[in-house]
């Protein structure tokens, strides 16, 4: 049994992948050029590999991955959905591809596409400005909370708290805490949401900013929302929506009619820019017209003359990245909204939360639902009875592999004892819906037919289960010199 | 278009099953639903949407081949082709964070390999598998020199690109972390200057390599400095022009952060790119982002999968190390195709012809009358010019005349370098393109 090797390992000394152009001025040794000191000695060990030697080793290392194109994949609160072929030729064309310091008026079609993008995003979500300067979702977050702090600094207010709920995606009070914030946690009701009784206790004059998932981890409408908001502004404190299950309400309910102050949208869920292996995402952050001067980055605006340009806002939280933003992303973006346009993203919303709910029907008497009511566009069920029987969500997980399926999000959110969150998204078919649950329903016969082969899962895959902790322990991270793993 | 994927008989199955007659009966409890959006257009089928997208393009001027000879902080590169068509692999663009490494094996073996290639070109021990982009990582690098040292300020060079310094201000607002610049004095940063601003509550000193302006730090003596006062050595070094400067390891730094879109990334007006991170050994446990480490199964087979995850924020919540979660795996991923393509020896060549198509080009502009380098220090690929006149007007007068994008006005930056245009070179300008350039500025200074 031999290793998947590393291109470190099928090198050679010699081998060649690329050719450059001759130079046609004149050479001259570096030491006329460069002072000795600054001069690498050796070069890096890099590979020596020719082209094919490249293209066959990724080729083949590709194949190992599971991916949306190959399988059904339900990772709950990621929003796996088809990411259509069209947008990526769309930011393809050439004539994209300028230096982000472009004159002006040479990046007429970029700025009007980016403008018509910002458009688009303050209508869905009910927000009066936009920015799409943040790197990624995360980013986003910590924008949006960058804005409150100069929005309540600017009222004369150094205010120290972010209240966040338990069921929360990490990112929130990481988020909080890099914008300087103290983190308080409020506790989900049994009903799997945030109770107005209970915010109310941790809501006081110190507290910047309530920042809310909805539907939230659990897949559930906060219904409380009108109220919710009430009690926010009540203090003097701002709303945020952490947009990341959006592809629930686009074009049935907008954010900012229910009182959220500031949204950040992730581009590669909702609006199905590739996710890349994990990025590169974007994450514009949207905000009511009281924020909309403290934007990070650059907003695109229309002149009088019809021209588009980039103005800083006036009390810019400053930049969070260099440059504009991810264009190259921005514009499939752009393009999947002009595809589907306002109704196409309601019949998606609607189709996703049709999926879910599918999905639920079928497996609540099998996996105890965590709160057992209609979900949004993800379920989230419990192993706990699968537990007792010997087997965990993360056996039930492994084992779905060996069926040809990735498994949805387990252990999260953090507050369900052995959680499987899953999201069908609403390019799933009801074909691959019903697969999916009877795979399920047939790794939960399994547990008491043949317990270990639900254990030792997965049997089908490249590698087996991996032993992480030793992994940590004594971390290797890089391939040695020497070409010794161990 | 509509992308959704049962026919209608198959909803109508599903609504039977979950026992309701429309899904708007599942929606009872959100208030204030809208009928639509009307400010998004009507969805448009495949052909429109590419009519309507293109005609955007054809909107956009673009300088064309050899004609943008704008750098500051992204660099026209040429790719290899294998790259676009690899990243471009479904396997690769439509998967996700390797949550599930049994199944993620290609993504994960990539990572681990861009991590090596990035230590070795370092010169340090270990990295991450991306950032952001360069400005964000440097922030972050600040961020972890805080965190590792308990101090709570920062020195950095003058030098840095704008933006860089704006993101770190950004950044650091958050801890309240207090930021000093070592003014740059003849396009370098001077190490009285560094010295003046270092105490026992500096974190870490930046410095940029090359700087903004193009010109070579001396990366030692800086290394030297920040160690005596017992901070942190941070470098944020071009990884392509590593090819060929000595590495930050090599010369005393403890974290490496840059951003890889010198290594073929498109320009594709600012982003998106990726950021790196290498660290000495010891601050492993405090690093931001992703970390894919090498693991066995039961079988004894090798694996990769991520590692040290308990610094994460989906573990360690508001004590995480960072806030990162999805970053720019597949950008990564094509700055490790592109260092394989190239390899050892290519990296350096490309390195090398930047250099010298850079001084030839430097050699040439300065025989237009009235045309002097700035600065007189060591460069890479990037030099400023005083000119005899305002830079704006002369890009405008050369854009207009020639299509030519002859640099960037410093103006932009610095009221005081409205004179100064810093042009850069990389090995995509021939001779030829050169000489246009020369052309063009001779006639826009006449």
Known sequence: ?486 | MDWTGSSPDERRQMLAAIGVDSVEALLAAIPRCVEGLPGIPDGLDEASLLRHVSDLAQRNRPAGPGKCFIGAGAYEHAAPAVVEALISRGEFSTTYTPYQPEVSQGTLIAGFEFQTLIARLTGLDVANSSMYDGASAAAEAALLAIRYTGRTAVVVSGAMHPEWLCVLRTYLSGVGAEIRIAASEYGRTPLGQVEACLDGNVACFLIQQPNFLGQLEDLRAAAEAAHAAGSLFVAACNPLALGILASPGECGADIAVGDVQPLGIPLSFGGPYAGYMAVREPLVRQMPGRLVGMARDAQGRRGFTLTLQTREQHIRRERATSNICTNQALVALAATIYLCALGKHGLREVARHNVVRAHRAAERLQEIPGVRLAFDGPYFNEFVLRLPRKARDVCRHVRERSGIWPGLDLGRFWPDMADCLMVCVTETKTREDVEALRAALEDALQ
């Not at chain 1, 002006?104 to 079609?109: A, M, V, Y």
Request: hydrophobic letters at 40%; a negative charge; aromatic letters at 6%.
């Open chain 1, 1 to 486: 049994m031999t290793d998947i090797p590393l291109i470190f390992e099928i090198s050679q000394p010699g081998r060649r992948g690329w050719q450059l152009p001759a130079l046609d001025v004149e050479d001259a040794p570096l030491e006329e050029m460069l002072p000795a000191g600054q001069v690498r000695a050796e070069p890096a060990e890099l590979p020596e590999v020719t082209e094919l030697d490249v293209v066959r080793h990724f080729t083949r290392i590709s194949a190992l991955n599971m991916c949306i194109d190959t399988t059904f994949y339900p990772l709950g609160s990621c929003t796996m959905k088809y990411n259509p072929r069209v947008t990526e030729k769309c930011a393809r064309l050439p004539a994209f591809d300028l230096h982000p310091y472009a004159p002006t008026e040479c990046s007429q079609g970029t700025l009007e596409l980016l403008h018509g993008l910002q458009q688009m995003l303050c209508e869905l979500c009910g927000m009066h400005a936009f920015t799409l300067h943040p790197a990624a979702g995360a980013q986003g977050e910590f924008a949006g909370i960058l804005v409150a702090r100069a929005w309540h600094e600017a009222r004369g207010e150094r205010r120290s708290k972010v209240v966040i709920p338990d069921s929360a995606h990490g990112t929130n009070p990481a988020s909080a805490r890099l914008g300087g914030y103290q983190v308080v946690t409020v506790r989900s009701d049994g009903r799997g949401r945030t109770s107005p009784s209970a915010l109310r206790e941790v809501m006081d004059g110190d507290v910047a900013l309530f920042m809310l998932t909805n539907p939230n981890t659990l897949g559930l409408f906060e219904d409380g929302i009108l109220e919710i908001a009430e009690i926010v502004h009540d203090v003097g404190a701002l709303l945020y929506l952490d947009g990341a299950n959006l592809n629930a309400l686009a074009g049935i309910v907008r954010p900012g009619d229910l009182g959220f102050d500031i949204v950040h949208v992730n581009t590669h869920k909702t609006l199905s820019t590739p996710h890349g292996g994990g990025g590169p995402g974007a994450g514009p952050v949207g905000v009511t017209e009281r924020l909309a001067d403290f934007l990070p980055g650059w907003v695109v605006e229309k002149g009088v003359d019809n021209g588009f340009r980039l103005r800083r806002p006036e009390r810019s939280v400053g930049q969070l990245r260099s440059f504009f933003g991810s264009t190259g992303v921005l514009i499939r973006a752009y393009a999947y909204l002009r595809a589907l346009g306002g109704r196409g993203l309601r019949e998606n919303s609607l189709t996703a939360i049709l999926n879910a709910n599918y999905l639920r029907s079928r497996l609540r008497e099998t996996f105890a639902p965590h709160v057992d009511e209609p979900c949004m566009h993800e379920c989230v069920l419990s192993a706990k009875s699968q537990k007792k029987r010997g087997a965990r969500a993360l056996d039930i997980a492994k084992r779905l592999l060996d069926y040809g399926f990735h498994p949805p999000t387990v252990y999260f959110p953090l507050i369900v004892e052995e959680a499987l969150m899953i999201e069908p998204t609403e390019t799933e078919s009801k074909t691959t819906l019903d697969a999916f649950v009877d795979a399920l329903l047939a790794i939960d016969r399994e547990i008491d037919e043949c317990p270990d082969v639900v254990r030792g899962a997965p049997h089908s895959t490249p590698v087996g289960r991996l032993d992480e902790v030793s992994a940590a322990r004594r971390p290797v991270l890089t391939m040695p010199v020497n070409g010794a793993m161990e």
